[in-house]
């Protein structure tokens, strides 16, 4: 993938001056959403802050974000896209953690809505996951520079690989206590200009407390001896899976999202999951269908559709071939059971 570059003219949300005179976090974040902004800046009446629409090309919805310090911000956004998204953009090295709700297509093809807390240590990777065409992500982030990750640790007294390992844990699998409710705060406060920096740099140093504070007494650091940049790829790369279920990802765009070679990635998936990236893509499609198939009253060429397969005999044959029994005689057991 190429980044893509904008220049100060292109963008509005750089000043008079150029580029040069924003900070480190304001370049970063006009960065990453400069694909997404509108021509026109917008003034926020609500909250301190900054925030840009989605261009009506690409979908609708709106960004905020606000810089707690040169290093430092918290973000928010609720976009909806018309069309997928191919575009890459490099960023320096900063890390990221946000509170992720993913609301489903009006069809309800993908599900019940999900909400995920995931971390990322960026290393220059040049890809961005976003929801799908007609899916609606609502996300709530608090994003970091490298010089910003030193302030935190020394605040949690802790190694800034402590603070970076941790970030990089959290997948969406696990629970870390109390997380949400501060997301749910930057989310919901509507502070005066005056303590909005207080406030906002208090619910940031707090969220790093609980997530040192986790990962210390997590058993997952006692066999996590990857580095963060790492388990951030690994991370990217089973989230792409799991939100394209409905067909066959290839090697070379895993590799991509991963922004690693295919030699490295297979290695990384060995070391956490002990098998291949694509025999971990096929254990989801296939549990997907389970899924599917107990909870719905789907046609099977329908589930066999959103399981990747073209053809619904070959998604029976599959699924025999897993499960010993066939998806009909499958939805037959979990319908007697419930």
């Not at 953009?89 to 489903?104: D, I, Q």
């Not at 970076?164 to 501060?182: H, W, Y």
């Not at 996590?224 to 792409?240: G, I, Q, S």
């Not at 053809?311 to 007697?336: C, D, H, I, M, W």
């Amino acid at each position: 993938m190429q980044a893509s570059t904008r220049t100060a003219a292109q963008d509005p949300s750089a000043t008079e001056t150029g580029p040069k005179s924003e900070s480190p976090i304001e370049r970063l974040l006009r960065t990453g959403g400069c694909g997404l902004r509108s021509e026109h800046t917008l003034a926020t009446s609500t909250r301190p802050g900054r925030a840009w629409r989605v261009d009506p090309s690409v979908g609708n919805g709106v960004l905020w974000h606000f810089p707690i310090t040169d290093d430092m911000a918290v973000t928010c956004c609720r976009i909806t896209l018309a069309r997928r998204m191919e575009g890459a953009f490099l960023a320096p090295e900063h890390y990221c953690v946000g509170l992720y709700r993913h609301l489903p297509l009006d069809d309800g093809s993908r599900g019940a809505a999900r909400e995920v807390v995931l971390g990322h240590a960026w290393k220059g990777q040049a890809f961005i996951t976003m929801p799908s065409p007609g899916e609606t992500l609502e996300a709530t982030c608090i994003v970091l520079t490298a010089r910003a990750l030193q302030v935190m640790s020394l605040r949690c007294q802790c190694d800034p690989l402590v603070l970076s390992n941790a970030i990089a844990l959290l997948d969406g699998s696990k629970e870390t206590p109390g997380i949400r409710e501060v997301f749910e705060d930057i989310t919901s406060a509507r502070p005066s200009p005056i303590v909005a920096r207080a406030f906002y740099e208090s619910k940031a140093t707090e969220a790093m407390s609980l997530i040192v504070d986790w990962s210390l007494s997590s058993k997952t650091t006692c066999t996590a001896p990857m580095k963060a940049a790492d388990r951030t790829a690994l991370n990217r790369a089973r989230r792409y899976m799991a939100e394209n279920l409905d067909r066959t990802v290839s090697t070379e765009e895993l590799c991509a999202v991963a922004c690693m070679s295919a030699s490295k990635l297979a290695g990384l998936f060995k070391e956490a999951e002990h098998t291949t990236p694509q025999e971990y893509a096929r254990t989801l499609r296939m549990e997907r269908a389970r899924a599917l198939l107990a909870q719905t009253d789907l046609p099977l060429s329908a589930v066999s559709q959103l399981v990747g397969f073209q053809r619904q005999g070959s998604f029976s044959e599959a699924f025999k071939a897993r499960y010993n029994v066939t998806p009909r005689e499958y939805r037959a057991l979990a319908r007697a059971k419930s």
